[in-house]
């Protein structure tokens, strides 16, 4: 069993940045599968940013150019730095991880940007 915990939401203005963290319990390699999805209020949840197979990074087409995923596996983190955030940002942020052919979810963390 594998557990992923998110840190590093709040409240910022639109234009500003935050930086979301997620520690997973278990070892992490380039094998594992790892990123970030978001769900707003009323709408499905969509990627944000992802390492996909072969470590290729792909992210969602309304956050290129202002994010930007990272990963330490040595420390088991992968890393969501979020520039010029709008209020569209708004959402929950969930870390996402595949362990054994399994996938996880983290509890979320919340993201609100005013305007």
């Known amino acids: 069993q594998v557990q992923l915990v998110e840190s590093g939401g709040g409240l910022v203005q639109a234009g500003g940045s935050l930086r979301l963290s997620c520690a997973a319990s278990g070892i992490i390699s380039s094998n594992n599968l790892m990123g970030w999805y978001r769900q707003a209020p009323g709408k499905q949840r969509e990627l944000v940013a992802i390492f996909d197979v072969g470590l290729i990074i792909k992210y969602g087409n309304s956050v290129k150019g202002r994010f930007t995923i990272s990963r330490d596996d040595a420390k088991s983190t992968v890393s969501l730095q979020m520039n010029n955030l709008q209020p569209e940002d708004t959402a929950v942020y969930y870390c996402?991880?595949?362990?054994?052919?399994?996938?996880?979810w983290g509890q979320g963390t919340q993201v609100t940007v005013s305007s």
């Open positions: 996402n991880g595949w362990w054994g052919g399994q996938n996880y």
